[in-house]
């Protein structure tokens, strides 16, 4: 089974700043995607940014970018300029594309974010 | 192109009574999850449904949870005789027919269920 684990509860950054949210996950499987999802009050589960294992070059989508670490199984998320509308909660995401638990999104636990003025 | 819809946004409901939560798919999109939050977790899932098949219930507890996805019309996830324990977000994914692309799954705004 596949476990992903955010290790920071909670992050604050300064509007504008740069902020960078750790995670890591576990699996034996080779071919299986990375999500990062948003989460703001609204409770809205927004999709921020996917990384195909497969592929060597870190996704990017405007001023969301991973910093993906196959060997080590390292998905990080940094968010450059950040805004006051980054503040949510954000989950990393780990779907397998084969095996017996195709389908389903495994969650990291979550990683509060704070953007102050 | 809207979005997937559930309804209803919030629901109350006293113990031993049913819950039903529903859930359309974008349009084009024949691939529908449902997941738990509870409060202060992450996203658990449930089971994973395409049209009138089954695919995964793995994480759907054995009793008093169902769901179904019909040929026509929203897939419903069935709560009966609800207990205090199941208060929680439920939220429905979808993801297009595409082999290609139905890893990427888009998300409900939920339906935030209330056991009293």
């Known amino acids: 089974a596949q476990t992903v684990t955010q290790s920071q509860p909670e992050m604050s950054v300064q509007e504008a700043e740069t902020v960078t949210l750790s995670c890591t996950y576990d699996?034996?499987?080779?071919?299986?995607?990375l999500f990062w999802y948003k989460q703001p009050p609204s409770r809205q589960m927004i999709l921020v940014i996917r990384?195909?294992?497969?592929?060597?070059q870190n996704a990017t989508e405007n001023r969301f970018s991973v910093n993906f670490q196959k060997a080590a199984k390292s998905f990080s998320l940094k968010i450059s300029d950040s805004q006051l509308g980054d503040t949510a909660m954000y989950f990393c995401?780990?779907?397998?594309?084969?095996?017996?638990?195709?389908?389903?999104?495994?969650f990291g636990q979550g990683t509060i974010l704070t953007v102050h003025p | 192109n809207a979005g997937v819809m559930q309804n209803p946004r919030h629901l109350v409901r006293r113990r031993g009574q049913e819950a039903r939560l529903r859930c359309s798919p974008m349009?084009?999109?024949?691939?529908v999850y449902w997941y738990r939050q509870l409060p202060e977790e992450g996203l658990k899932f449930m089971v994973y449904?395409?049209?009138?098949?089954?695919?995964?219930e793995s994480g759907m507890p054995k009793e008093r949870f169902s769901a179904e996805f019909p040929k026509e019309g929203p897939s419903i996830l069935r709560i009966q005789q609800v207990v205090r324990g199941d208060s929680a977000a439920y939220f429905c994914?979808?993801?297009?027919?595409?082999?290609?692309?139905?890893?990427?799954?888009?998300f409900g705004p939920g339906t935030r269920l209330t056991v009293l």
């Open positions: 994914a979808s993801s297009p027919s595409d082999s290609g692309r139905t890893n990427t799954q888009y």
């Open positions: 699996t034996s499987e080779n071919n299986y995607y």
């Open positions: 990384q195909e294992a497969y592929k060597q």
């Open positions: 995401a780990f779907f397998n594309a084969g095996g017996t638990s195709y389908g389903k999104l495994t």
């Open positions: 349009k084009g999109h024949s691939h």
């Open positions: 449904l395409q049209k009138e098949n089954i695919i995964d």
